[in-house]
């Protein structure tokens, strides 16, 4: 089990406090975005076209004349929520096909990850992008897309931790006792592979981003006038030499964002491993 | 215990499945798109019975159980058809691409190998210590860095420090060898940064585990010098684990490539895919997946035999 919070080591501390920290600026941009932004993210303004960071515009301006502070804070918005909407959806199309896979074994077993080794198959984002050139680009396509992409993941961790569980004296027992397999793997079993699951949700978060922001560069992702972090990094590549502040800025909160639930995600793996053995 | 050649049948089986899985998947991927394939390439003015031709010239009027045995027929024998857009065959446009994301591919796995195998050794040696520290947390934040990202901030350095700018230009490798691989550096690095820092972490942990094991104790204890025992014990131990780390890499520095090619304007498989996505160009398009993925899937089956011939145990599980 994993470590109560009285007696956690300090190198899952150091990284608990490092992650919060940067996750917490990406956070607090998107909850201030949501009432205020210093000036309309969208709005353009002719006279003040790439003007680097200075005390009127902090982060500088694009070559409509749009504020990136405002922009920047309007895209966290976006990573946010793919990345949510689409672990969200992974982890439920992996928790239903995992947990059965991992509990019957056999013939269930093998037609499950075959299905979802089939889908590991494709490098990258390659199937994600496959999805979206089929269905065209939108958020919600999307964010399927990612979560159908990495559902074989959650599910090879339902699995192996279902196969071990499921061994147990009090899973043995209450099949004696007639509980039907549905009711053992949702209330007996499921509720056991959190502290699992737990860790891989906060590395998916993080790898969903790199794939999103990535479709989003390429024009498949977040369609404009939106502002997201790929497509602000696609629309700066013009001007790199004569305005570094657009690709400065977007590229850190994306980085912030990522490596922040890297952090987190290296804190829970170090406290539980150090806790449970 | 099962054998060596029962291995290898249950191996080959699940790799002949999983390939028509896959091809299975791009199939009904493709087939399912919204809107008549030939309408959309003849547009609006076109009369039915020119559509029909097209239909029927296509193929798209047979029933989909024979366009799917036609369509994976032709995959495998490498003859997959002619592009709509591009009017070319589609193996050969392929072909055409292909140097550019293999060569990046091949540069960026040796830049993890050359990079990551020396500081993760290093770094083994006394783990806790300062330049272990400082390497694991630059390994961390390059880990954050998607590759794109990184082209993008690797560009802005070279055009910033050496004012020079040589994105763009792509060489062929039959006109100059060394100015094909040159023009790949800088892109294969971008793809490699984060994959040194993962092969780095793994490599390390891996060392650190096998330093502990008792048969090391043992050699030193027999008079070994460290040297002898990291060479000839620890580094084939580690393999193992790391044979299937590289081929998660691989895979990984192939997908990567896809996007950094268009960072940095090469005409590789990446840009192919895109603007097949764009002009709707389906043979293009499940030709290209399908590649990509059988490279995969065959990257995967080798790693299998290689760690099982590595260590007979992995037979067992």
Redesign the interface.
């Given at each position: 089990m994993p470590n109560t919070h009285k007696n956690r080591s300090p190198e899952a501390s150091a990284f608990y406090t490092a992650g919060l920290i940067l996750l917490g600026i990406v956070v607090a941009a998107f909850i201030v975005s949501l009432f205020w932004t210093p000036y309309a993210p969208d709005a353009t303004d002719a006279a003040s076209k790439l003007v680097p960071p200075s005390l009127e515009h902090p982060f500088g301006t694009d070559n409509f004349g749009r504020d990136v502070l405002s922009r920047v804070m309007s895209a966290s918005k976006y990573t946010i929520f793919i990345s949510a909407a689409g672990v969200a959806i992974a982890l439920i199309l992996g928790t239903v096909a995992g947990i059965p896979a991992g509990y019957y074994g056999g013939f269930t077993d093998r037609g499950i990850m075959l299905l979802g080794n089939s889908i590991m198959c494709f490098p990258g984002i390659l199937l994600a992008l496959v999805a979206v050139a089929v269905f065209g680009p939108s958020v919600t396509n999307v964010i399927w897309a990612l979560g159908l992409v990495f559902a074989p993941t959650f599910a090879r961790v339902c699995r192996v931790g279902t196969m071990e569980i499921k061994e147990l004296d009090y899973i043995t027992h209450a099949h004696v006792m007639g509980v039907k397999p549905a009711r053992i793997m949702a209330f007996h079993i499921f509720p056991n592979l959190v502290p699992q699951l737990l860790p891989a949700t906060v590395i998916g978060l993080a790898n969903m981003t790199l794939f999103e922001s990535g479709m989003s560069y390429l024009g498949l992702g977040v369609q404009p006038p939106d502002a997201s972090f790929g497509k602000m990094l696609s629309d700066a590549q013009s001007y790199i030499r004569v305005a570094p502040w657009l690709i400065v800025f977007p590229a850190l909160m994306l980085v912030f964002y990522i490596l922040g639930l890297y952090f987190i995600s290296e804190g829970l793996r170090v406290s539980l491993s150090k806790g449970g053995k | 215990m099962q054998s060596k050649a029962g291995y290898l049948t249950g191996k080959l089986i699940?790799l002949i499945?999983?390939l028509l899985?896959?091809s299975l998947?791009?199939f009904t991927?493709?087939s399912?798109?919204p809107g008549d394939t030939a309408r959309v390439m003849l547009g609006p003015q076109a009369s039915e019975s020119q559509v029909d031709l097209l239909r029927a010239q296509l193929g798209l009027d047979k029933p989909l159980p024979v366009r799917y045995g036609e369509w994976l027929w032709g995959l495998l024998s490498f003859n997959p058809g002619t592009s709509y857009a591009y009017n070319m065959s589609v193996s050969e446009l392929i072909g055409q691409r292909l140097p550019v994301t293999l060569g990046m591919s091949a540069i960026a796995m040796v830049m993890v190998i050359i990079i990551s195998y020396p500081l993760a050794i290093l770094s083994a040696r006394k783990p806790g210590r300062l330049g272990d520290q400082i390497c694991s947390v630059i390994g961390?934040?390059l880990?954050?860095?998607?590759p794109?990202?990184a082209s993008?901030?690797l560009?802005?350095l070279a055009?910033?420090l050496f004012s020079l700018?040589t994105v763009g230009t792509y060489v062929k490798p039959s006109d100059d060898f060394l100015g094909y691989v040159g023009c790949l550096l800088l892109p294969s690095f971008a793809i490699a940064l984060p994959k040194i820092a993962m092969s780095f972490k793994f490599l390390r942990s891996s060392i650190i585990e096998q330093r502990n094991a008792d048969y090391v104790r043992t050699s030193k204890s027999h008079g070994l010098s460290d040297l002898k025992i990291l060479v000839r014990h620890v580094l084939p131990n580690s393999n193992v684990s790391s044979i299937t780390i590289i081929s998660i890499i691989l895979?990984?520095i192939?997908?990567?490539s896809?996007?950094v090619e268009?960072?940095f304007n090469l005409p590789g498989l990446g840009r192919l895919?895109?603007s097949a996505?764009s002009r709707?160009d389906f043979p293009l398009?499940s030709g290209i997946?399908f590649y990509?993925?059988l490279?995969?899937?065959l990257l995967?089956f080798i790693s299998d035999i290689a760690s099982s011939l590595a260590d007979p145990r992995i037979r067992l599980k």
């Open positions: - | 699940e499945l999983t899985l896959v998947l791009v991927a493709f399912i798109i961390h934040v880990f954050a860095i998607p794109y990202v993008l901030l560009i802005l055009s910033s700018l895979s990984d192939l997908g990567g896809l996007i268009q960072v895919l895109l996505i709707r398009l997946v990509l993925a490279i995969t899937v995967y």
